[in-house]
């Protein structure tokens, strides 16, 4: 039993350990011309950046798709980035992972 918290305890330690490192993880998205996205490890976005010639009534549509673009991008770098860390941590080798 006390073997067993003692795993508990360990494994409390690493998670902070590793949300620390995720949430200072840096990912920059631009994968549109004109917008540029930062989102951190843990999935927080940090900024967003768009080009004041782009911001324009007849740019709206493209604007909005373009957003929805990097959005996804950016959180599936994120989650790549956590994995990444996370598998290479003791007592995290999870399956589906890889």
Do not use: W, Y
Not at 8 to 23: G, S, V, W
Not at 42 to 64: C, G, M, V, Y
Not at 67 to 82: E, M, P, V
């Amino acid at each position: 039993m006390l073997d067993q918290v003692k795993k508990l305890m360990e494994m409390k330690k690493q998670a902070d350990l590793l949300k620390k490192e995720l949430e200072a993880t840096v990912i920059e998205v631009q994968e549109t011309r004109g917008i540029k996205l930062v989102v951190n490890g843990a999935q927080l976005f940090q900024s967003l950046e768009i080009d004041e010639s782009l911001l324009t009534p007849a740019n709206k549509n493209r604007i909005q798709m373009d957003l929805i673009k990097n959005l996804n991008t950016a959180i599936k770098r994120s989650q790549q980035a956590a994995a990444n860390k996370m598998k290479n941590m003791p007592g995290f080798n999870l399956p589906g992972l890889s």
